[in-house]
């Protein structure tokens, strides 16, 4: 298989804690990005880091990428009840963009 | 942009009825993506396009499946007859170049009975 797959399936934190989630893959990748999806949404691009890339930052996400591993991680740093959502990576690659099942990530306020 | 843009919201019809699925990409996009996504099965890839013209619709279950995007700012797609385990949340989605982010549609929930 292609596809992404993220761990953990659930995740429950208070607010103001960090979220980290897992994302592993099979084959080789060109870049990989995260999505999140709201409840009745569609998936919403979060960050996307390339190959060549080990951490990236946006706002309170931060990922990371290990190509020996073939894993990445998202951390959510402070998290917010509003981030409560499903979170999903995709790998890039040899253009057939897969999904994992994601992680659900509830934020109790 | 008003981003990707699908009808009907919500669906419901009757076993054996036909069933046809709208969206209109991002304007300039030149992918676009029809997944499916359920409990079981999760986000599934049903078919994609490129310039309008399908590439890969190995995803596509049964023939019962087909897709069309007869210009570069309108895809359908239609299951005919439509069976109770076609109940899904169907989403299109679009995407600038290979490997760009996709920009998702708010899906259309069909429910077949």
């Known amino acids: 298989s292609q596809q992404g797959e993220e761990d953990p399936q659930a995740l429950s934190i208070q607010e103001g804690e960090n979220a980290t989630m897992n994302c592993s893959y099979k084959?080789?990748?060109?870049?990989l990005q995260w999505y999140r999806q709201n409840s009745g949404r569609g998936l919403v691009h979060l960050i996307l880091i390339r190959s060549n890339e080990r951490e990236k930052h946006s706002g309170r996400l931060r990922v990371t990428l290990d190509t020996s591993k073939k894993s990445s991680s998202l951390l959510i740093t402070a998290s917010r009840a509003a981030d409560t959502a499903s979170y999903f990576c995709?790998?890039?690659?040899?253009?057939?963009?897969?999904f994992g099942r994601g992680t659900s990530l509830i934020v109790h306020p | 942009d008003a981003g990707v843009i699908q009808s009907p919201r919500h669906e419901v019809t009757e076993m054996g009825q036909e069933v046809t699925l709208r969206c209109k990409p991002i304007s300039g996009h030149d992918y676009l993506f029809w997944y499916r996504q359920t409990m079981m099965r999760g986000l599934e890839l049903l078919i994609y396009f490129n310039n309008n013209v399908p590439i890969d619709d190995s995803g596509m279950p049964e023939d019962r499946f087909s897709a069309k995007m007869p210009n570069a700012s309108f895809s359908t797609l239609k299951i005919q007859p439509s069976e109770p385990r076609d109940s899904a949340v169907y989403f299109c989605?679009?995407?600038?170049?290979?490997?760009?982010?996709?920009?998702f549609g708010n899906g259309t929930r069909l429910t077949v009975t």
């Open positions: 995709a790998r890039g690659g040899s253009y057939i963009p897969t």
């Open positions: 084959t080789s990748i060109n870049n």
């Open positions: 989605a679009s995407s600038l170049r290979d490997n760009s982010p996709l920009h």
